[in-house]
């Protein structure tokens, strides 16, 4: 048992964190996270949909008749910084003296392929002409000074603190598009798209969960933005926001498992990770909800595909849904006979993934029944995949827990034993991964929400090794918002195309087709 100070105290009642939370955190880095039991990948035919174009007709007539009946919300996690994007163009600002070499000798030298591609790309940046603005007023006569040298301050002004400070500026605020009239964000670009799928009678809802010290920056944005967007496309828009809320920090640890103290005293306690976001999610009030990253977005041209696979996998949680909800209503109504008991059954295999163990053919009627409640009321997630082509994130994959039970379930690599060779093989031979691209439903029949905190198995949380003032501590990142933090969700997982899939991860990735206006 932790012995806690005053201070201490004082400091857990201000995050909103009780005394019994920090033990169990504590006593999650005593006993360790094992790794999850790969079964099998999750592949076509096998945990995979690949619809045809009549169910994909069929899909997007179904959502577009049943959209103006409902509460629509797109849910975008937008708190992210910037600064991993920039990640090979601070190491140029770290490791080049321009007074020492060429750009070339150093890309020859340390293999910076990123900075080559930028600067061959780099007129095509939506930042371009302000930089050279900047640059033209810092140094009237830009024009005289040697390449090398105009590149080097081209990326200071980049990024220094002082000037444009792109590195310590969320994602969803960087100019991420060049049209004819202005430069993009991310965060505009996601109202345009928002009102190809997220429109209900001619209302789009977004909510994007920020940082709280960027919240000012976004609310300018909206006050920007939002109204030459309705103008453009003819939807109102509802724009709200929330933080990730301090009671889902966690504690850091050190090396003998002991809370991590500051130079100050201070117990450190250190964000929770994505998966913290299911806080917020489950704040939110809506019979469909999207969800996708604030860094996947395409220029306009594109985005009607995108919006085309939102609304079929829309379809597909509606169509599931009236089976679904239909045989919720039947148990709560009557006892259903032995014939509908196993069309039930069979309904939950085939259609939401569900596992039944050989021994609940065995149970009691009674028993039966419960089961089939517990499952068929349980919140339903649609998840795009794509074919795997070397893109970082998760995959879908077959996993056993320790109660024996088989599901669907996202996960990420570290979450693998990368020592086991039969686990590595199951690994290898996935198809597809998790581009973030989900549709949820997280009411039941009755339009009564679900507490989606009761669907997370904390068993899939993260240990992380970091530096603090000098010193190792270990960290821990809750189970992430589409992988332990939806697992006890009913799954299903459909192919969508590669088109659909456009992240940021790396500022060059901005000179991608699919983002850039003028490539066909």
């Not at 999610?281 to 969800?291: E, G, V």
């Not at 590669?498 to 992240?503: C, D, I, K, R, S």
């Amino acid at each position: 048992m932790t012995t806690l100070t005053k201070a201490d105290k004082k400091q857990l009642k201000e995050k909103g964190i009780t005394a019994k939370q920090l033990e169990e955190q504590i006593e999650v880095f005593k006993r360790g996270i094992p790794y999850v039991n790969l079964i099998a990948a999750a592949t076509i035919g096998h945990g995979i949909h690949n619809f045809t174009k009549e169910e994909k007709d069929k899909y997007v007539k179904l959502f577009e008749s049943k959209k103006d009946q409902m509460e629509l919300l797109k849910f975008v996690p937008a708190s992210g910084a910037a600064t991993r994007m920039f990640k090979a163009l601070f190491q140029f600002l770290n490791n080049y003296n321009p007074d020492k070499e060429t750009i070339n000798a150093y890309v020859n030298r340390e293999k910076a392929d990123i900075i080559r591609t930028f600067f061959i790309g780099v007129e095509k940046f939506p930042f371009y002409e302000a930089v050279i603005k900047r640059f033209v007023e810092k140094h009237p006569d830009f024009l005289n000074l040697p390449d090398h040298f105009q590149k080097y301050y081209f990326i200071k002004i980049m990024l220094s603190e002082d000037e444009f400070d792109y590195g310590s500026s969320p994602k969803g605020l960087l100019p991420f598009h060049k049209y004819k009239t202005h430069p993009a964000t991310a965060f505009e670009e996601h109202l345009y798209e928002a009102a190809l799928y997220d429109e209900s009678n001619g209302l789009a809802k977004l909510h994007y969960t920020i940082s709280k010290e960027h919240n000012t920056d976004f609310d300018d944005e909206v006050g920007k933005i939002q109204n030459l967007v309705e103008e453009k496309t003819g939807v109102s828009f509802s724009t709200s926001f929330s933080f990730q809320k301090s009671a889902t920090d966690t504690v850091a640890v050190d090396m003998e498992n002991e809370p991590f103290r500051l130079e100050s005293g201070e117990i450190l306690f250190r964000p929770g990770g994505h998966g913290a976001l299911i806080e917020n999610l489950n704040d939110q009030d809506a019979d469909i909800i999207f969800i996708k990253n604030i860094d996947n977005v395409v220029v306009y041209k594109y985005k009607h595909e995108v919006a085309l696979y939102k609304k079929i996998l829309a379809g597909k949680l509606l169509k599931l849904q009236e089976k679904a909800f239909a045989y919720a209503k039947l148990l709560d109504e009557a006892v259903p006979d032995a014939s509908r008991i196993e069309e039930m059954k069979t309904f939950l295999k085939e259609e939401l993934n569900v596992h039944i163990k050989p021994d609940v053919d065995k149970y009691k009627e009674v028993y039966q029944i419960e089961f089939l409640r517990e499952k068929l009321n349980a919140p339903i997630r649609i998840c795009g995949m794509v074919k795997n082509e070397g893109e970082p994130g998760g995959g879908p994959f077959w996993i056993k827990d320790e109660d024996g039970n088989i599901s669907l379930q996202i996960i990420e690599s570290p979450q693998i034993d990368g020592n086991n060779k039969f686990q590595q093989d199951i690994l290898k031979a996935s198809t597809h991964f998790n581009p973030v691209d989900i549709v949820c439903g997280i009411k039941n029949y009755k339009g009564e929400k679900y507490n989606l905190l009761d669907y997370v198995d904390k068993r899939q949380a993260f240990i992380t090794n970091k530096t603090k003032e000098g010193k190792e501590l270990k960290a821990l990142e809750l189970p992430g918002l589409w992988n332990g933090g939806m697992a006890f969700w009913n799954t299903i997982f459909v192919e969508v195309p590669l088109t659909t899939f456009n992240p940021v991860k790396t500022v060059v990735d901005l000179l991608k087709p699919a983002h850039q206006v003028k490539d066909l």
